[in-house]
């Protein structure tokens, strides 16, 4: 191309990005919405239908919600209504006119009965619950665990009647949204957005929404963060928000959070004692890094997760992704003996390991449980 030549394409392009940046401003103008407005997601119902319904099934959209019904566990029976201490002293599970209940006796005496308001916890694992005193929020005393389908002493709690408040860090991971008053464990009741929606994974979509409802015709994706833009750590920092622990200082609130921010702007990690390991339960990132398929890979968590998708339970299907790296493996014969050893692969590597945080008591028994889950640290055991 000669001088002349490359002039003009430079011109014509100069030009083009002028036509377009105008335009960009022009509906920039007309759009009400800011940055920050969030649409709520029944918003995105109308144009996101399948992924939308696919949604209110997920463990996410169900991390809590409040008690407005009889039925505290979900799409289960716990085999006993009550949980006892010992002969003298048990909290029992009671239905009254305007709600659920726990109640305590101690023997024939009637102890402070208080009523379930608000789940956290889709049950897939557990609930536990919180009740309201005024703005002030309190959790309940008996924790549900679906492996055992019976009522414990909540993890953490004394073997005694006992109420601890709830705090705005349970509320960080378990909400989309609560606006806190004065006070430790004080939340404006009717702020909190249930579950964990839409917009916590994909930033506020005010101006995306009011975009493409005035421009129909529109089909390319505008004003919304897409995954595909992200780096790997930007990727998994959308996850490890809530799923890289506990043992942290919080820099700044965790609903601000959106995709592409990075995660220590938020956060300030500190091992909960020198020297400590990640614990299974609630930090899968924690886990994932000290695995040798994570450091030598570009994994992120949704090379085995699609988050509308879950693959509930299924250990064959998630199995097929560890083959997607892993064609050929040196397998001894004795291991080849194994049964599972061409169709499930977690059992042996992602082992069901306790959490140390989190432990529960039954009833009659002094010892603690502990909760288990597959370990994200993928390794020969
Ligand atoms: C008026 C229609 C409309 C509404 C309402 C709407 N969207 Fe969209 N959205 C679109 C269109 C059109 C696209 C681009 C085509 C596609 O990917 O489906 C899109 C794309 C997206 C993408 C990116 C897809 C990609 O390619 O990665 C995300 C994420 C998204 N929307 C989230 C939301 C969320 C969250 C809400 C609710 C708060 C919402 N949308 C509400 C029309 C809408
Ligand atoms: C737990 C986090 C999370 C939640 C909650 C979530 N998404 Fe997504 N979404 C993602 C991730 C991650 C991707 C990218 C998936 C990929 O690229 O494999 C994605 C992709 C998308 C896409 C584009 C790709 C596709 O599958 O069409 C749309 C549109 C979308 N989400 C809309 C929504 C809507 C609407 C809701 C609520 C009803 C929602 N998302 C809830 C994390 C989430
Ligand atoms: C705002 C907090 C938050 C964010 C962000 C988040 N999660 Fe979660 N995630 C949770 C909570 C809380 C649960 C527990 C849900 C329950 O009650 O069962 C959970 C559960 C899960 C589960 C188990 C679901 C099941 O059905 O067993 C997977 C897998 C998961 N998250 C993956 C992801 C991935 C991948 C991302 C990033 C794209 C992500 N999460 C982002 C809070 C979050
Ligand atoms: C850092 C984020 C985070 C914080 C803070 C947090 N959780 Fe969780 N919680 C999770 C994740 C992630 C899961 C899902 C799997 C797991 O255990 O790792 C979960 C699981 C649960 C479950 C079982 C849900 C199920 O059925 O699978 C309950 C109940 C629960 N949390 C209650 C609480 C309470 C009460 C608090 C406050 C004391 C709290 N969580 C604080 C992230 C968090
Ligand atoms: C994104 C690709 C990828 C995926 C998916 C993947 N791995 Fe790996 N994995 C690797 C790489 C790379 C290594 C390191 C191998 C090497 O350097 O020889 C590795 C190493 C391993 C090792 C040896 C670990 C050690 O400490 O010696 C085991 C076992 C393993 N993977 C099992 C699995 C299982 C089981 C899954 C599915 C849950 C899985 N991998 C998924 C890439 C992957
Ligand atoms: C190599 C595949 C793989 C990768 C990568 C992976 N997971 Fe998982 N994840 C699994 C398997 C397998 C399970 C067990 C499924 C089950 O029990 O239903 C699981 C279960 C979970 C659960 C349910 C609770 C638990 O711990 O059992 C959560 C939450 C979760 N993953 C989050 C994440 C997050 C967040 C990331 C990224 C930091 C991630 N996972 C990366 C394979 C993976
Ligand atoms: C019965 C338990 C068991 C099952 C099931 C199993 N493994 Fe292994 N795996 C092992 C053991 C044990 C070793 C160490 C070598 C040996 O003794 O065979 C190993 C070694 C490995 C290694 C490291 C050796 C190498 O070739 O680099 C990889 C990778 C691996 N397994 C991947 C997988 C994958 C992928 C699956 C599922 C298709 C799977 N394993 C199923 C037990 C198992």
Redesign the pocket.
């Known amino acids: 191309m000669n001088g002349k030549g490359r002039l003009i394409l430079v011109l014509s392009v100069f030009i083009i990005f002028v036509i377009l940046f105008s335009q960009c401003m022009e509906t920039e103008k007309q759009l009400t919405a800011t940055d920050t407005t969030?649409?709520?997601?029944v918003?995105?119902?109308?144009?996101?239908a399948k992924i939308y319904d696919n949604y209110l099934k997920e463990s996410h959209a169900n991390t809590s919600w409040p008690v407005t019904t009889d039925e505290v566990v979900r799409g289960g029976n716990p085999k006993s209504n009550e949980f006892a201490f010992d002969e003298h002293l048990k909290i029992v599970v009671e239905k009254r006119k305007d709600g659920m209940y726990q109640v305590p006796y101690f023997d024939k005496d009637q102890g402070p009965a208080k009523r379930f308001d608000i789940a956290i916890g889709s049950g897939k694992n557990a609930h536990t619950y919180g009740f309201w005193t005024g703005d002030r929020l309190t959790q309940l005393q008996l924790t549900y665990f679906r492996s055992i389908n019976e009522w414990t002493n909540s993890p953490g709690y004394p073997q005694r009647i006992y109420f601890q408040g709830m705090g705005i860090r349970c509320l960080e991971c378990h909400t989309s949204d609560v606006k806190p008053t004065i006070g430790e464990y004080n939340f404006d009741k009717k702020s909190i957005v249930y579950g964990i929606n839409?917009?916590r994974c994909?930033g506020p979509?005010?101006k995306?929404?009011e975009f493409?409802?005035k421009n129909?015709g529109?089909?390319?994706?505008?004003y919304?963060?897409?995954?595909?833009d992200l780096t790997r750590k930007q990727k998994n920092d959308a996850c490890a928000m809530c799923h890289s622990g506990n043992s942290l200082v919080s820099l700044k609130s965790a609903f601000d959070f959106k995709p592409g921010d990075t995660i220590e702007s938020y956060y300030h990690y500190k091992p909960a004692y020198p020297g400590s390991e990640p614990d299974v339960h609630g930090n899968q990132l924690g886990m994932l890094q000290k695995s040798m398929c994570f450091n030598k890979s570009s994994m992120t968590c949704g090379t085995c997760h699609n988050p509308h998708k879950p693959e509930e339970e299924n250990l064959i299907a998630y199995s097929k992704k560890c083959m997607s790296c892993h064609a050929t493996v040196k397998h001894s014969e004795k291991t080849l003996g194994n049964a599972m050893v061409k169709t499930n692969c977690i059992n042996c590597h992602m082992p069901l390991k306790g959490s140390q945080v989190i432990t529960y008591q039954q009833a009659g028994l002094d010892s603690v449980s502990a909760y288990k889950l597959h370990t994200h640290r993928i390794a020969v055991y």
């Open positions: 969030r649409a709520g997601a918003t995105c119902k109308q144009c996101h839409c917009e994909h979509a005010g995306h929404v493409h409802i129909p529109d089909t390319a994706a505008k919304i963060k897409l995954y595909k």
